[in-house]
């Protein structure tokens, strides 16, 4: 069999000078932007409640100025993009909005299916119980449970988020508030790169570049989330880089933040 050539750098660059070629990666980096505008604002918006708890209802108001600033740049990122047509044509604006949701995970587990669904499911149940059984025993008897005085008063402080601020109000609204800023910050860029990804697979990317780009970025991403939690124990940070990689791993298949969200959410509510 001849051997499969392989796509240069050189060709690569010659293959985007095409006028087709760099339509479609203007439009690529135009849905890119309006993603991250709408990250931006989810993650801030949804992290009101937790900010109030942390760190009091003037802090929680500010971020909810901030979320509304980034709201009203996404708007106008939608209305009129810098690489597209401008337009007030509702139906177009959320059409775009859609792509928009989509780049960052806001969308059911794809592709729809019920069988796939079913699939989801189950590994999400099986992750959440692997995490809070053998993995953690593991950890547990691998790292050990020894923590310093700061870290037991960084655990005592982060116990009294649940009952300060006015979120503290509504059961459950702190703890789901905390989890999707999480998700939407830690898991939304990996499912934007894999997106893309599949996008130019299907437009002259080697693969093996996007198999690169996604596979550091999910390594990079789960190492980082989980080392945040080195302040409350070495034992707690290990567990939280295995958790990122495994939630990383589920917003990789699925292209959606619901997977991840719910064994998030259900890992912290068993833990509380």
Partial sequence: MPEKSRTTFGELVHTYAT??????FTIGLQRA???FCLGAFLIYMTGVPVVSA?????????????????GAVLLLSLMRPIFGVATKNTRIVLARARCAAR??????????????????TIATLAITALLQGPILDLVVETVGTHQSPEQLAADAERSTW???????????????SGVVTEEIRWRGPLIAAVVLAR?????????WA???MVTGLWILLGYNFGIGHDTFSAANATHMVISGLLWGGLAIWTRSLIPSIASHAAYNALVV
């Fill in 19 to 24: 006028p087709h070629r760099f339509a479609v």
């Fill in 33 to 35: 932007l309006s993603g």
């Fill in 54 to 70: 942390q760190e009091g209802n003037i802090a929680s108001f500010v971020v909810l100025v901030v979320a509304f600033v980034f």
């Fill in 103 to 120: 780049s960052i995970g806001c969308v059911l587990p794809q592709p729809p299916t019920v069988a796939n669904l079913v699939a989801v």
């Fill in 162 to 176: 649940w009952t300060a601020g006015w979120a503290s109000h509504i059961p459950g609204l702190t703890l789901i």
């Fill in 199 to 207: 996008r130019y697979f299907r437009n002259g990317w080697p693969k």
């Fill in 210 to 212: 996007a198999l690169m």
